[in-house]
């Protein structure tokens, strides 16, 4: 997302009623959350309605302060999704936000002319969906089926830009910010040749985003129907993933039975033995390219910074590299064992 930059003349400290008569206006943030929602806000991201607005500003002004020419949107309700994935931490938060605009910055493959009709052949392949319905915690399921993607047709950056604009898409949703999201991913037919294409740099890029520069809370990934060359594929991305994020993945095999303990059967579509019909991909694919000029208006004014990228990126550095490029090495021995 992107917006206004200039910080001297859009974000003054809190506190100051003479310089907001000076400020451009802004979208009037408006709390859309459920009284359950909200209490479940205020216990497990320390989110204290009271001071949501005192948060907010305070993120601001060092937005503004350490990071002048970062180009990113100052709203209320934009700043807020950093603050709930960081627990309302305001460092935390802030480096989430930077990281943000670095990883969309150091990828350009998959962040040039972002928008949902560039990538939609991928949603017309199923490779990437949202299930219609929630899970009992009130989250959204991102389906993605692996064997749906040709590579010949496509290279693997544009299933990547169709899952990056679906997040995008979901987390301008309060309820998702406070919930999270699952992700259940179908590995069947996935072939040596078609994992090959997710090398260590894709993994590293991906995970990075993912973990660490995106504003989403990812509470469980469910693998279903791996292969056994899951194995080599899983032990590419593990050295990449923090501990907590590791003991969210659930591998469930060919085992409906394990897969339904996480996600209820009743919100499944009947190719993962769920009684909710037929799985269809036609609502979710309409309601993204539907937002098109959404995402136009959000992504077009992302301006890049004057004295190069941001400090303290978790995306960059040579150690980072050498560990991708070792892994490199050793991806095809890993592969062929599994497979």
């Not at 002319?113 to 392949?125: C, Q, T, Y």
Request: proline letters at 7%.
């Amino acid at each position: 997302m992107s917006g206004d930059s200039d910080c001297t003349r859009t974000s003054p400290s809190a506190g100051s009623p003479s310089d907001n008569e000076f400020l451009p206006d802004r979208p009037k943030y408006v709390c859309s959350l459920s009284p359950d929602l909200i209490t479940k806000a205020r216990e497990e991201l320390q989110e204290k309605p009271e001071w949501r607005l005192r948060d907010v500003q305070a993120l601001r002004d060092m937005v503004c302060k350490d990071y002048p020419s970062l180009g990113t949107c100052l709203d209320d309700a934009f700043l807020l999704r950093f603050l709930r994935a960081r627990k309302f931490d305001y460092d935390r938060a802030l480096q989430l936000l930077v990281n943000y605009h670095t990883c969309r910055r150091s990828w350009p493959e998959v962040f040039n002319n972002l928008k949902p009709s560039a990538i939609k052949p991928v949603l017309e392949s199923g490779f990437v969906t949202v299930l219609p319905h929630l899970d009992p915690e009130g989250r959204h399921i991102v389906c993605i089926r692996p064997d749906r993607w040709t590579p010949s047709n496509y290279p693997i950056t544009e299933n990547i830009r169709a899952i990056y604009l679906t997040l995008e898409k979901l987390i301008q949703s309060e309820e998702t910010q406070v919930n999270g999201i699952v992700i259940l991913a179908d590995y069947k037919g996935v072939s040596l040749s078609k994992a090959s294409h997710f090398g260590p740099f894709v993994a590293k890029k991906v995970i990075g985003i993912l973990q660490d520069g995106f504003p989403i809370r990812i509470k469980a990934v469910n693998i279903i129907n791996e292969p056994r060359i899951f194995k080599g594929i899983f032990a590419i991305i593990k050295p990449f993933l923090k501990e907590k994020i590791a003991n969210r993945f659930f591998l469930h095999g060919c085992d409906l039975n394990s897969l339904h303990q996480n996600i209820p059967p009743v919100i499944l579509p009947e190719e993962y033995g769920g009684t909710s019909g037929k799985l269809d991909i036609s609502a979710w694919n309409e309601l993204l390219l539907a937002s098109e000029e959404d995402f136009l208006h959000d992504f077009s004014q992302l301006i890049l910074p004057c004295d190069g990228s941001p400090h303290d990126m978790l995306v960059s550095g040579d150690a980072d590299e050498k560990q991708c490029d070792d892994s490199l090495r050793g991806m095809k021995p890993q592969l062929y064992y599994c497979y």
